[in-house]
């Protein structure tokens, strides 16, 4: 065991301490320093007694991330969100102890932080690592929560060395596949490169180690070469009077070996190791500089790209040109300001390395522009803080959310899909049978929308079918036209089986007990029939029939004179007894309503029957059966017109479900009278559908309109007495329908 004043001891201390971070601090003013020292103060007591794979102690890590913000210079929250990133998770610290030491902002920083730190990319799909990311960027509505996230992921890639072993794959994996493309995304250049290089390091150590001794022997041979080239393009600058920065730079590691892999070359064939970037101090002498460089060197024809023109999706802005140096070595060259150097190295961060560097505050317009608008799509720039941060809280990617399978699976849905979409998404009969979901382990109800991270659990029943009411709030084209295909089926085959109903009533009345069979003997009798309805099929004849496309009565009249034809006579004791009880309602081949779901059969609105009235079934051409009061003016109208159409009809002893009803109610208009009214309708049973009442509310005495659900018509008395006792009801009445017009 070291001394206490061994050197790992005292570098320990020193990497544990604060002052290595507040050197870097500079930027920010005091009482913002004071508030980092303090988070920093919070997390070394909560990490107290913890160490890292190293031996070093824990608080070490958060002192490197915000080190790293602080190299983006950006503001103290995310400072002290990056010194907290870890509190929440492995020191028994809840969101409500940062809430009070440090203020919202921070605690949502760090619980941000804390949320994406539980995801795990786990899966090696095709398409998977892209929605990943975006979710990543989604989830993170606040970008700082992002920047840090790469701060802490930099700086474990840079401390992997000291980490088992078999975790080395997995982490390195992520890195490259997840987080490099993020930084890559927000213009993080820089960091971009090294998280490459850093996981290529881990991934395939023998391959970078073979590649970086083979770099630094051909550096070593083209150093030389290296320079003469920035002396040249120095002396052809200057003599122009253009004052330049010129710094010679490498291909990454990682780089090289994607360009050998995938062109399948030697190393020795990789001729474009070396690029050199010119620093300029405005666009127009960037271009003049390339003038120069073109008749310096040879161009390689279609090696030429103008990102100043038109900028890159992350906001990136520079020339780049590859050119034919001495000893015939492409070298490429990229030309920009210091602004888009900065954008190009930094990104994001850009916002504040710039703001910082300027004593106004106020960052670069072109700038500010290009990396808001292509970014983060905000319309209209702003320079003020605080406003900045309510314009940047939005989704990187708007149109999506992205949500898990129990599984892990990660599936894109579109804003505002619901669980009913997500259902139909993963099979159309995990759509058609689901009857609830859960999300993050708790029942929802159906109509819920998705939120990113979300894990969504679909139940599903065999006997379960799709609601015409999801309709109502599915989002996802899938899932509407499964929903409409299977209930145009459902209408389809429930039309068919009203149809079977009417043809077998109205043959009853033509004296036929029973329809015609369907044995081989029996087909040249439908065939006739069919040609004589222009039917294709024996279905489409009875669906056709059930919508109110064919007329049973003229459809059985036909049979019976086919029948006749071969002999077969009408039953003259059923045709009696069937015209004789017809008036009655008492035939056998009645429809019965039983208010069971079928499309095919409808209440009508005009009059709303209920259980106990006296009902006509009208038979709508193309709309099924609407059931109306046998008092119903629409109905008697339709009548004197249509008779035909009208089909007898009669309620089930026992109906399955409530019946909606209007009604009326009366009342002395005063405070509270509503409430009153409403509660007397829930003492009664009775469920309120809609609430009407009339536009001049001033006056004394007022009619408030309900439409309400009941069983039946007893029920309904009930309900009509239970308002008349309430208080401040004059009256309260059935809505009837107008009499015969």
Same mark, same amino acid.
């Given at each position: 065991m070291p001394a206490i004043d061994s050197p790992l001891a005292t570098a320990n201390a020193a990497a544990a301490s604060f002052a290595a971070l507040d050197a870097r601090l500079d930027y920010l003013d005091p009482s913002d320093r004071e508030s980092v020292r303090k988070a920093y103060r919070f997390a070394d007591?909560?990490?107290?007694?913890?160490?890292?794979?190293? #031996?070093?102690?824990?608080?070490? *890590?958060?002192?490197?991330?915000?080190?790293?913000?602080?190299? %983006?210079?950006?503001?103290?929250?995310?400072?002290?969100?990056?010194?907290?990133?870890?509190?929440?998770? $492995?020191?028994?610290? $809840?969101?409500? $102890?940062? =809430?009070?030491?440090?203020? &919202?902002?921070?605690?949502?920083?760090?619980?941000?932080l804390t949320k994406l730190d539980k995801l795990r990319f786990n899966?090696?799909?095709?398409?998977?690592?892209?929605s990943f990311r975006k979710m990543l960027l989604a989830m993170a509505r606040d970008v700082r929560v992002i920047l840090v996230k790469l701060a802490d992921r930099l700086h474990n890639m840079r401390t992997m060395g000291d980490m088992p072993r078999n975790k080395w794959g997995r982490i390195s994996t992520e890195t490259l596949e997840i987080y490099a493309p993020i930084a890559h995304r927000l213009g993080l250049n820089q960091t971009f490169r090294e998280l490459q290089d850093l996981s290529f390091r881990y991934l395939k150590p023998w391959r970078y180690s073979t590649l970086a001794k083979a770099v630094e022997r051909?550096?070593?041979?083209?150093?030389?070469?290296?320079q003469k080239v920035q002396q040249e393009v120095q002396a052809a600058l200057a003599g122009a009077g253009l004052n330049a920065r010129i710094i010679g730079r490498e291909k990454t590691l990682y780089s090289i070996y994607r360009k050998m892999d995938d062109k399948r070359l030697s190393f020795a064939q990789v001729n474009d190791l070396y690029g050199v970037r010119l620093i300029l101090p405005n666009v127009l002498d960037c271009y003049?500089?390339?003038?120069?460089?073109?008749?310096?060197?040879?161009?390689? &024809?279609?090696?030429?790209?103008?990102?100043?023109?038109?900028?890159?999706?992350?906001?990136?802005?520079?020339? *780049?040109?590859?050119?034919?140096? /001495?000893?015939s070595i492409n070298i490429e060259f990229q030309i920009r300001t210091d602004s888009m150097d900065l954008v190009a190295e930094a990104g994001v961060a850009a916002h504040w390395l710039y703001k910082a560097g300027h004593k106004d505050g106020v960052p670069d317009e072109r700038m500010? +522009?290009? %990396?808001?608008?292509?970014? =983060?799509?905000?319309?209209?720039? +702003?320079?003020?803080?605080?406003?900045?941060?309510?314009?940047?809280?939005?989704?990187?990617?708007?149109?999506?959310?992205?949500?898990?399978?129990?599984? #892990?699976?990660?599936?894109?849905?579109?804003?505002?899909? +619901?669980?009913?979409?997500?259902?139909?998404?993963?099979?159309?009969?995990?759509?058609?049978?689901?009857?609830?979901?859960?999300?993050?382990?708790?029942?929802?109800?159906?109509?819920?929308?998705?939120?990113n991270g979300d894990v969504i659990e679909i139940i599903t029943a065999p006997v379960s079918s799709p609601n015409p009411a999801w309709l109502g709030f599915v989002r996802t084209g899938r899932a509407r036209s499964r929903i409409r295909h299977h209930l145009k089926n459902l209408a389809q085959d429930e039309s068919r089986e009203?149809?079977?109903?009417?043809?077998?009533?109205?043959?009853?009345?033509?004296?036929?007990?029973?329809?015609?069979?369907?044995? /081989?003997?029996?087909?040249?009798? %439908?065939?006739?029939?069919?040609?004589?309805?222009?039917?294709?099929?024996?279905?489409?004849?009875?669906?056709?029939?059930?919508?109110?496309?064919?007329?049973?009565? =003229?459809?059985?009249?036909?049979?019976?004179?086919l029948l006749a034809a071969q002999g077969i006579k009408p039953d003259a004791l059923l045709l009696t007894r069937e015209r004789y009880t017809a008036h009655e309602n008492l035939s056998q081949g009645a429809v019965i309503l039983d208010g069971a779901d079928n499309v095919s059969i409808k209440y009508a609105t005009c009059c709303r029957p209920i259980p106990g009235d006296g009902v006509l079934g009208y038979l709508g051409r193309g709309e099924g059966l609407v059931v109306h009061t046998d008092n119903c003016g629409?109905?008697?109208?339709?009548?004197?017109?249509?008779?035909?159409?009208?089909? +007898?009809?009669? %309620?089930? $002893?026992?109906p399955v479900r409530s019946f909606e009803v209007g009604v009326v109610v009366t009342v002395v208009n005063g405070k509270g009278v509503l409430a009153r009214v409403a509660a007397a309708m829930a003492a009664a049973e009775a469920d309120i559908v809609h609430i009407g009442m009339a536009e001049d509310a001033g006056q004394e005495a007022l009619d408030l309109r309900f439409v309400i659900t009941v069983r039946d018509r007893t029920h309904l008395e009930a309900v009509l007495r239970a308002l008349s006792r309430t208080q401040s009801v004059l009256r309260a009445a059935r809505i009837m329908p107008a009499a015969s017009g």
């Open positions: 007591n909560a990490h107290l007694g913890q160490l890292r794979h190293s #031996g070093e102690p824990y608080i070490t *890590h958060p002192i490197a991330v915000a080190a790293q913000c602080a190299e %983006w210079k950006l503001d103290a929250y995310a400072l002290m969100a990056a010194l907290l990133h870890d509190t929440l998770e $492995d020191c028994g610290v $809840d969101k409500n $102890d940062l =809430l009070q030491a440090f203020g &919202p902002q921070v605690a949502e920083l760090v619980d941000g899966t090696r799909e095709e398409g998977q690592a892209e051909s550096r070593q041979r083209r150093r030389d070469l290296i003049t500089a390339m003038g120069l460089l073109h008749q310096l060197y040879k161009p390689v &024809p279609g090696r030429f790209k103008d990102y100043i023109a038109i900028p890159k999706v992350n906001g990136y802005q520079s020339l *780049h040109t590859t050119l034919v140096g /001495p000893a500010g +522009t290009q %990396w808001l608008q292509s970014l =983060l799509d905000i319309q209209n720039e +702003t320079r003020d803080a605080t406003e900045f941060w309510d314009h940047i809280k939005v989704d990187l990617f708007p149109d999506s959310v992205y949500v898990f399978t129990p599984k #892990g699976q990660i599936m894109a849905m579109p804003q505002g899909a +619901t669980t009913v979409d997500f259902a139909y998404a993963i099979h159309s009969n995990v759509g058609d049978h689901t009857v609830a979901a859960k999300v993050n382990g708790e029942q929802v109800p159906l109509r819920t929308e998705l939120r009203l149809g079977e109903k009417l043809l077998a009533q109205a043959l009853r009345a033509e004296g036929l007990g029973q329809p015609p069979g369907h044995e /081989p003997s029996d087909k040249p009798l %439908w065939d006739k029939l069919l040609r004589l309805t222009g039917n294709r099929t024996h279905e489409e004849m009875l669906t056709d029939i059930g919508l109110g496309k064919r007329s049973a009565s =003229l459809i059985a009249k036909r049979l019976v004179t629409v109905a008697r109208r339709l009548q004197n017109k249509d008779a035909e159409r009208f089909i +007898t009809v009669a %309620w089930a $002893d026992e």
